[in-house]
């Protein structure tokens, strides 16, 4: 694919910078910095399902557990920063 693109002062400078430093060409760059970008958006898209695929799949031996859960988390929070008695 060809692309023809307008680029700011700033954008140009920072390709510029780029292809001195890595003696790339700006078409390796600008690849590049698409596979960059579409990896870390797919990262983002992807990770929140991975974290709903885990939910419900614990067992805490409690069947209170959705209605009662701030009850529960505080407890354990409290058991666990709780400042030893003087």
Request: aromatic share 4%.
């Given at each position: ?32 910095a ?18 709903l ?12 557990g ?21």
């Amino acid at each position: 694919m060809r692309i023809n693109a307008r680029l700011d002062d700033e954008a140009q400078a920072h390709i510029s910078y780029l292809t001195q430093a890595t003696g790339q060409s700006v078409s390796h760059v600008v690849r590049e910095a698409v596979a960059r970008y579409h990896a870390q958006l797919k990262a983002r898209q992807t990770a929140p399902q991975h974290l709903l695929a885990l939910a419900g799949q614990g067992r805490s031996g409690r069947s209170d557990g959705a209605a009662l859960y701030k009850q529960h988390l505080g407890e354990i929070l409290n058991k666990k920063f709780a400042k030893p008695a003087a």
